[in-house]
């Protein structure tokens, strides 16, 4: 594509000019010399199918988006609010329940503790927030646990906690999925017996809505979160106003879930205590997707962030305290306490299916937090070398796909592994992401100690106050429920951490065995080079193949494999009627394997020409439709995955598409 230059003369001298037109296309805009641009038509599908699949693309994900628009794709905070504080918010239907679950062992009367509890509980939420609101501050960029601990402690503690972190968002999809379906089964028994399935549905419906793009699922996502956020802070004022004038409500018709009895003691209380930990899952998704937000994006993420910890401290020390003084449990029929507060406060009313649907919804949509959490992480890690590259490439609407269908599959198999039971998960979760907290927490101390700017001592006291405080949970976390199954964190965390070590490994291998240095001049090849093509028979897909390999040599010796002799002699006499300056060579093949007797010959020959090169031409037939590339080209693929790799040796793939009718003249 050059320019085109035209002499347009003035009225003196001096006024003549140069008018140069740039070229254009359709499917690309100049740009510079050199350089051009593609269009979206540059990726228009050309075939039927690719039409129609890219018409169903277009109507499930919305139209592809340039990387220009990436700055409109930004979250206010309205959207931002329920797109990374979901998780945060929808805990508020089970962090109360989990606790009381573990509390029940000992019988109703430890109840008493779920109070003091839930007020330690919302210390520690506190001091998370203060000090992930440092963190936002110290990386407007983005600052999560592996940035920061990377960043200030190495790369092993840094591995840890993305690890830990990765495992909690895998957790929290099949959490806060499987607590909305069972929201739902509570308003409709019938649905128990299908209750896997439609877990499984939902998680294919949040990450299809992820696909389209960050900003669509806020929207998508936005009015389900507020109509929980309306209907729970009612349901919480009600009933504390009705409490306060003397008529606290009650729970009826309830029946208790059967649990082992337990001795009261220190240990269970610990165990009630990492239950209700639950409730913290996904604080630090604000501190992770500060790029996300738009410009000041520091600012809004750190009020975005004040914003979610007041939330959800008003709304779960509420449900407590309502769980507390209406005698709301753990329930036989499967009820969540959530729903027997709202069935107290509300009546069987429309009040009381506004509560259960929405938090259904929310649950459900708490999956978001990690589906726009798991592959930001991912994609980081991927950049850094110690994830599959594919983690670092953004699909057609900006999005992570690879880090979003990943996500997807890793949380249905845990959900099919535990039969989508929420108190079978629970003991798996909320260890990750403490471990994560604890290891940014301390990351921050030996940041601000390193930079000292103004009012880094009061930061690094808040920093290491809640680094402090959180490895004390993970202490407890580790303690109450190892037996209980977090024993398979502690084991599947290390291995990750060694499998990403393994991935990097690889990737610097790969990079000191392709790195070009910038001080060498690449010299013109000195190699000789010998063309070889593979021919099976004496078709066009052949003569083509022969034809590109003379433009390449002055001569090509065309390899026939036979079991018959007397048709590879055939075959010879045709070649060297009707292809001139191609030298035929027949390997006869009296064990009828047509593959290895070819790399065998490869080998042979190329070892009495060690200071060449031999260059194979592979033809292929191009099928012009789908199924055919099952039926034609098998020998083909099984040749080049022999030769792939091996020294001295270049495969090249020669493809022939059939030519269109009315153009016979053109053929050979």
């Known amino acids: 594509m050059t320019n085109s230059r035209e002499q347009l003369p003035g009225i003196k001298p001096g006024d003549r000019r140069v008018l140069i037109e740039r070229p254009q296309h359709k499917y690309f805009l100049y740009q510079a010399p050199g350089v051009i641009k ?33 700055i409109i794709e930004r979250l206010p905070k309205w959207k931002a609010l329920p797109v990374f504080s979901s998780d945060v918010m929808s805990s508020v239907a089970y962090a109360t329940e989990a606790s009381l679950f573990t509390l029940l062992g000992a019988g109703t009367i430890a109840f008493s503790w779920l109070l003091p509890i839930s007020l330690a509980i919302v210390g520690v939420l506190a001091l998370v927030t203060l000090s992930y609101r440092q963190t936002i501050r110290a990386y407007p960029n983005g600052g999560g646990s592996y940035i920061v601990a990377h960043a200030n402690l190495g790369v092993l503690p840094g591995l840890v906690a993305a690890a830990a972190l990765l495992t909690d968002y895998v957790l929290t999809v099949a959490v806060s999925v499987s607590s909305g379906v069972q929201a739902l089964y509570s308003l409709f028994p019938p649905l128990l017996p299908v209750a896997v399935p439609l877990i499984v549905g939902s998680i294919l419906v949040v990450m299809a809505v992820n696909l389209r793009g960050i900003r669509e699922s806020g929207t998508i996502f936005a009015t389900p979160t507020y109509i929980f956020l309306g209907s729970t802070l009612l349901m919480i004022g009600l009933g504390v106003l009705r409490t306060a004038l003397g008529s606290a409500p009650q729970v009826t018709d309830v029946v208790p879930a059967q649990v082992p009895a337990e001795t009261f003691g220190l240990l269970l ?18 501190a992770n997707g500060v ?23 008003t709304m779960y020390l509420g449900t407590s305290f309502l769980a507390h003084v209406s005698g709301a449990l753990p329930a036989a029929s499967g009820e969540s306490v959530l729903s027997q507060i709202g069935r107290s406060v509300y009546g069987s009313g429309p009040l009381w299916y506004v509560l259960q649907l929405s938090t259904m919804g929310i649950l459900i949509l708490a999956a978001n937090t990690s589906f726009a959490d798991f592959p930001r992480v991912a994609s980081i890690l991927a950049k850094d070398g110690y994830f599959p590259r594919q983690f ?81 949970v993970v202490v407890i976390f580790a303690i ?31 990079a000191q065995g392709l790195d070009v240095s910038p001080e060498v001049v690449i010299p013109h090849p000195n190699r000789s080079q010998r063309i070889v093509v593979a021919a099976p028979a004496l078709t066009r897909a052949v003569v083509q193949a022969i034809r590109v390999g003379l433009t390449m040599a002055s001569d090509v010796d065309v390899v026939h494999v036979t079991a018959d002799l007397a048709e590879g002699e055939r075959f010879r006499e045709r070649i060297e009627r009707q292809v001139p300056n191609a030298a035929v060579v027949i390997v006869e093949s009296p064990y009828r394997s047509l593959v290895k007797p070819f790399v065998r010959y490869l080998q042979v020959s190329q070892a009495e020409h060690p200071a060449g090169v031999t260059i194979v031409l592979i033809p292929e037939f191009v099928s012009p439709h789908w199924w055919g590339r099952f039926l034609y080209n098998q020998n083909s693929h099984r040749i080049r995955a022999a030769l792939i790799g091996r020294q001295d040796i270049v495969v090249l793939d020669v493809p022939y598409r059939r030519e269109e009718m009315g153009r016979p003249a053109t053929r050979p």
């Open 38 to 70: 593609a269009r979206l038509a540059a990726d228009e599908a050309s075939t039927p199918l690719e039409k129609a699949i890219g018409r169903a693309r277009r109507i499930l994900f919305g139209r592809p988006l340039s990387s220009e628009e990436e």
């Open 269 to 286: 209380l610990m165990r009630a205590f990492a239950d209700g930990c639950s409730a913290m899952t996904g604080t630090e998704a604000v």
């Open 291 to 313: 790029p996300a937000f738009k410009p000041p994006e520091w600012q809004n993420a750190r009020t975005t962030m004040l914003l979610m910890a007041t939330l959800l401290a």
């Open 392 to 472: 670092s490439f953004r699909g057609e609407r900006l999005a992570f796909n690879v880090g979003i269908i990943a996500l997807a599959a890793v949380s249905i198999v845990l959900v099919a592994a535990f039969n989508g039971q929420v108190e079978s998960l629970i003991p798996l979760y909320a260890i990750g992401v403490f471990t994560a907290f604890t290891l940014s927490q301390a990351g921050m101390v030996r940041h601000w100690f390193r930079e000292r700017g103004a009012g880094w001592r009061r930061s690094a006291f808040l920093n290491g106050l809640g680094a402090t405080t959180t490895a004390i």
């Open 480 to 510: 109450a429920k190892f037996a209980l199954g977090a024993w398979i964190i502690l084991v599947v965390v290390p291995v990750l951490v060694l499998l990403m070590l393994a991935i990097h490994h690889a990737y610097v291998l790969e």
